[in-house]
């Protein structure tokens, strides 16, 4: 019997029957050095806890070419999605999935594009997204589209072409979804925050574009803008004072694109989790001012990322982009871009 974990235990889970052939015994993994993860799976107590964590202790028990779905798949693909509690592991045809409580299985009459990430099975990007959007909110799922779109993973129409072979409910979510995510997209609050806008029926920016002087002299890459109006949004995700360098940077960028004659509209975080409609108004007073004829401003941005599970999704299509050169006008109000019948 080993005084000490064996060396093939350490930062990795295990069953319980591949510790008792390294000698370790039922009573020592009932001990301080080892905690449990599922039944009949164990970690060393030092490894901390992680959604590929519960995914690998959960694959130790699956049948063999098992994969991971769902939120499981974020986490192996690395997506900004809530982590999951039980992890999501989908089996082929004829396949049966153990009776072990704690992990979602899914049963797949033929198994999607698999992809192998990191040693795991894992659906393709597409595959990954289309099973996050039938279940996440709308803003979650965009958000996921477009962190897959922003590393390159897949492009947009992909989204849409993969989410045109569902129907039904499921089929209309991710469809929906599909069709609001962008390139180009930094961090989730970029999402929520173009979403924000989309769902206020205003008329939806461009992400990250480059903006130049008039002499072509490259100034700025704006998180979202309006080529049309000469207005630019910049979501200032800074969380603390210290960050000198780049407050002076940011600065310098803001005065060369007021010298360029463009509007620049900062939003913190707090004016997404607080004051939402606030900012909404500050955009609104923004785009007029520079010529942007608009309608009244659409209720449905409140219920933006409601769970699916408290109730229907708002009824949410998307908007057309906001033009670069041509007529200044942009119609916006009830109906448009998102309309929720609640």
């Known amino acids: ?5 064996p060396q093939q235990l350490r930062g990795v889970p295990f069953t319980t029957g591949r510790a008792k052939r390294l000698g370790v015994t039922a009573r020592m993994l009932a001990g301080s050095r080892f905690r449990g993860v599922l039944h009949g799976v164990h970690v060393c107590a030092d490894v901390p806890d992680s959604a590929l964590l519960r995914l690998d202790a959960a694959l130790l028990l699956a049948p063999r070419d098992s994969f991971a779905t769902h939120h499981s798949a ?5 997506l900004p999605v809530c982590d999951p509690v039980r992890p999501h592991v989908g089996v ?5 999935a153990p009776q072990v409580q704690g992990v979602s299985w899914h049963a797949y009459a033929s198994p999607p594009s698999l992809r192998l990430v990191d040693g795991r099975l894992v659906g393709d990007p597409a595959v990954t997204f ?4 039938g279940t996440l909110s709308l803003l979650d799922a965009v958000i996921a589209g477009d962190a897959l779109t922003r590393r390159g993973l897949v492009r947009p129409g992909d989204l849409v072409a993969a989410a045109a072979g569902f129907t039904g409910v499921t089929g209309l979510r991710v469809s929906r979804a599909a069709a609001l995510v962008r390139p180009r997209v930094d961090s989730p ?3 929520w925050l173009r979403l924000l ?3 206020a029926g205003l008329p939806e920016p461009v992400t990250n574009l480059d903006v130049h002087d008039a002499n072509g002299r490259w100034i700025a890459r704006p998180d979202l ?8 949004i910049e979501y200032d995700g800074r969380h603390h004072d ?5 407050v002076d940077r940011d600065v310098f960028r803001n005065e060369d694109l007021a010298q360029a004659g463009w509007f620049v509209l900062i939003v913190h975080a707090k004016d997404l989790y607080v004051r939402p409609a606030r900012t909404l108004e500050r955009l609104v007073r923004a785009l007029r001012n520079h010529g942007c004829v608009l309608g009244p401003v659409d209720d449905a941005w409140r219920y933006l990322g409601r769970p699916c599970s408290t109730g229907p999704w708002p009824g949410v299509t998307a908007a057309p982009p906001a033009p670069s050169s041509g007529r200044k006008y942009l119609p916006a109000g009830r109906g448009g871009a998102f309309s929720c019948p609640l």
């Not at 082929?92 to 049966?96: A, D, K, Q």
């Not at 289309?130 to 959007?133: G, K, P, R, T």
């Not at 803008?225 to 630019?232: G, S």
């Open 130 to 133: 289309v099973q996050l959007a």
């Open 1 to 5: 019997m080993p005084t000490s974990v």
């Open 92 to 96: 082929g045809r004829g396949l049966r």
């Open 74 to 78: 974020a986490a192996v693909w690395g």
């Open 197 to 199: 806008i989309v769902a």
């Open 242 to 246: 210290g960050e000198t360098q780049r």
């Open 225 to 232: 803008l309006y080529p049309a109006y000469r207005v630019a």
């Open 189 to 191: 609050m970029e999402t």
